[in-house]
Every structure is written in structure tokens, then in C-alpha cells.
């Protein structure tokens, strides 16, 4: 068993160990999630990934992060405009990597 897994999901890529909490892109999901796109486990480097590991996790809860404010602006043309976004989120505890 390794001590820590790198793995893809939303476009990102996530170093975990067991027992992190994590905020990832938006998931489906409750209960267990399995996470079979791993691309690194411990020293093992995949190509891309490596066959028949799996890092798995427990949806903890389903949220949206902080408001990221998007302010545009021109100069000497009284525009100004203000948006805010708020992205869905979930939140996993690992709870194993299988390698």
C-alpha cells in the first residue's frame, strides 16, 4: 500500500493520502466514490495511468465554494460591471488507495 496517489478528476489532478479531505469538481454521487484514473502511486509512475489502482473516497457533503467576484472595468467611459460565481463543489474524505 502506497502513502500517497495522484489522480484525475474535473480536469484537475489531486495528491491525496488516506484520511484527506479534499473539495473536488461537482460529483453525482453519494455515499462511495471510486476513482480509477490514477497516474501515480507512491514512487510508481503510470503511463498514463496504472492498471487496477483505485483511490476511494466518501462524499462528505455538497456544497458551493466562496464567491470569486468578477469586476471589468474602463477607464474614463463610466463603465464598470460586477459579477459573482459561485462554483458547485464536493466535498471527499479518502478513505483508501488500492494499488
Excluded at 9 to 17: I, L
Excluded at 36 to 51: A, C, K, N, Q, W
Amino acid at each position: 500500500m502506497s502513502d500517497f496517489a495522484i489522480f484525475q478528476t474535473g480536469g484537475k489532478q489531486y495528491r491525496v493520502k488516506v484520511g484527506d479531505v479534499i473539495k473536488v469538481e461537482k460529483l453525482d454521487a453519494t455515499g462511495d466514490v471510486t476513482f480509477d484514473h490514477v497516474l501515480m502511486l507512491g514512487e510508481t509512475v503510470g503511463t498514463p495511468t496504472i492498471d487496477g489502482a483505485k483511490v476511494v473516497a466518501t462524499v462528505v457533503e455538497q456544497k458551493r465554494a466562496d464567491k470569486v467576484l468578477v469586476f471589468k472595468k474602463k477607464r474614463r467611459q463610466n463603465y464598470r460591471r460586477t459579477r459573482g460565481h459561485r462554483q458547485f463543489i464536493t466535498v471527499l474524505k479518502i478513505k483508501e488507495i488500492k494499488g
